[in-house]
């Protein structure tokens, strides 16, 4: 998921989960101009040795920081999984795991590389549903980045998951095959474009009554596809909410309001329920995005090129019914409720 900015205001988290890094070249202890500014009788004159005690202190404390941060993140990730490992097995868990690593990764190290304060990425285990996991996140120190920086981090993480998601969809997609509709009910995957594309380029067009049966590594590249699209909704916190801010500055926040809306009428008019945990998580999360350190910042014509490349995948990855429950006795079709019923096992293959 995107980096996530906690409010400044809330103190009994971030404040102390998120200390400026003590090595940053902005940060001075004790500057020529402070030094020049307290000489006089009223002010304190810190000594050499007494700077560097307070120096030291403030290692001490981000060290402590980042320990307790990678243990967390450490213990999420086992958690995470396992939690994937009983959805689908090694050949799912490891591959959907390789995806979500790399996309948070793309988020962390454009961080470090900006000397912007972020966490370690945390993992999201969701067992006893069909994926395994929700995906990951970090948190990012509230108005530090600049625009051009929150650009590169946003973007970072989907460019960074894609480019292990097609691999691994590739050679899954290859493994999995056509084969007829089961009969009474089941779970069906719902079928993006870029799916149902690489798919009929392997295996040919879908013959008539039949449906894709997709190995356990070849829904792993599904969980990937379908997890970053819904991260580039340009809304919020989301990545497509910090690349669409970057891009748009605040008329960012009217599309945001627009996708909200378009995703409650799908809702309320189709009686399509597929989306609505991610409307109340969208809800819950902000729908404005807060200003960068610097919004008057340029991108650049290459880094508006590659924004809307990267918010276009939308367009290809994203299917309004990721989820639906079939009953071919009756032939009709109803959404899953927003907890998802339970994937087939490993051996069997998944019907999308």
């Given at each position: 998921m995107?980096t996530s900015q906690?409010?400044?205001?809330?103190?009994?988290e971030f404040?102390?989960?998120?200390p400026q890094?003590?090595?940053?070249p902005?940060?001075?202890?004790?500057?020529?101009?402070?030094?020049?500014?307290?000489?006089?009788?009223d002010n304190f004159?810190?000594t050499?040795a007494e700077?560097?005690a307070?120096?030291?202190r403030?290692?001490?404390?981000?060290l402590a920081?980042?320990?307790?941060?990678?243990i967390?993140s450490?213990f999420?990730?086992i958690?995470?999984?396992?939690?994937?490992?009983?959805?689908g097995g090694?050949?799912?868990?490891?591959?959907?795991?390789?995806?979500?690593f790399?996309?948070e990764?793309?988020h962390?190290?454009?961080?470090?590389r900006?000397?912007?304060?972020?966490s370690?990425?945390y993992f999201?285990?969701?067992?006893?549903?069909p994926l395994?996991?929700m995906?990951a996140v970090i948190?990012?120190?509230?108005?530090?980045a600049?625009?051009?920086?929150?650009?590169?981090?946003a973007v970072?993480?989907p460019?960074?998951?894609l480019a292990v998601?097609?691999?691994?969809?590739w050679?899954g997609l290859?493994?999995?095959t056509?084969a007829?509709?089961?009969?009474g009910?089941?779970?069906?995957?719902g079928d993006?474009?870029?799916i149902?594309w690489i798919?009929?380029l392997?295996?040919?067009p879908?013959?008539a009554?039949?449906?894709?049966?997709?190995?356990?590594?070849?829904?792993?590249?599904w969980?990937?596809v379908m997890?970053?699209?819904?991260?580039?909704?340009?809304?919020g916190?989301l990545?497509?909410?910090h690349?669409?801010?970057?891009?748009?500055g605040?008329?960012a926040h009217t599309?945001?309001?627009l996708?909200?809306?378009?995703?409650?009428?799908?809702?309320?008019?189709?009686q399509?329920?597929?989306?609505?945990?991610?409307?109340i998580?969208?809800l819950?999360?902000?729908?404005?995005h807060p200003?960068?350190?610097?919004?008057?910042?340029?991108?650049?014509?290459?880094?508006?090129?590659i924004?809307w490349l990267?918010?276009?995948?939308?367009?290809?990855?994203?299917?309004?019914?990721?989820?639906m429950?079939?009953?071919?006795?009756?032939d009709?079709?109803t959404q899953?409720p927003?907890?998802?019923?339970a994937v087939?096992s490993a051996?069997e293959?998944?019907?999308?």
């Open positions: 995107s906690p409010d400044s205001s809330n103190s009994s404040p102390g989960e998120l890094n003590p090595y940053a902005d940060i001075v202890l004790v500057s020529s101009q402070t030094l020049s500014e307290s000489l006089d009788a004159m810190p050499v700077a560097r307070a120096s030291e403030q290692r001490a404390r981000y920081w980042k320990r307790k941060q990678l967390r450490f999420l990730f958690l995470t999984f396992i939690s994937t490992w009983l959805v090694p050949s799912y868990a490891i591959p959907v795991m390789l995806i979500l790399c996309h990764m793309g962390y190290l454009q961080s470090v900006y000397r912007v304060p972020a370690l990425p999201i285990p969701m067992p006893l549903t395994g996991t995906g948190f990012q120190g509230h108005g530090v600049t625009r051009r920086q929150m650009f590169d981090i970072s993480g460019l960074a998951g998601t097609f691999p691994v969809l050679i290859k493994g999995s056509y007829p509709l089961p009969q009910q089941y779970l069906e995957f993006p474009l870029i149902t798919m009929e392997i295996h040919g879908l013959p009554g039949q449906g894709m049966f997709l190995i356990p590594m070849a829904f792993a590249g969980v990937g997890l970053t699209a819904i991260n580039l909704l340009p809304v916190q990545d497509g909410g690349i669409a801010y970057t891009l748009l605040r008329r599309l945001a309001l996708t909200i809306a378009a995703a409650a009428g799908m809702i309320v008019f189709q399509n329920y597929s989306f609505v945990l991610l409307v998580l969208m819950l999360t902000g729908i404005r200003p960068t350190a610097d919004d008057a910042e340029s991108l650049g014509w290459f880094r508006h090129v924004g990267t918010l276009s995948f939308l367009v290809v990855g994203l299917t309004p019914n990721p989820m429950i079939r009953d071919t006795a009756s009709s079709t899953s927003p907890t998802p019923p087939e051996g293959g998944d019907l999308i």
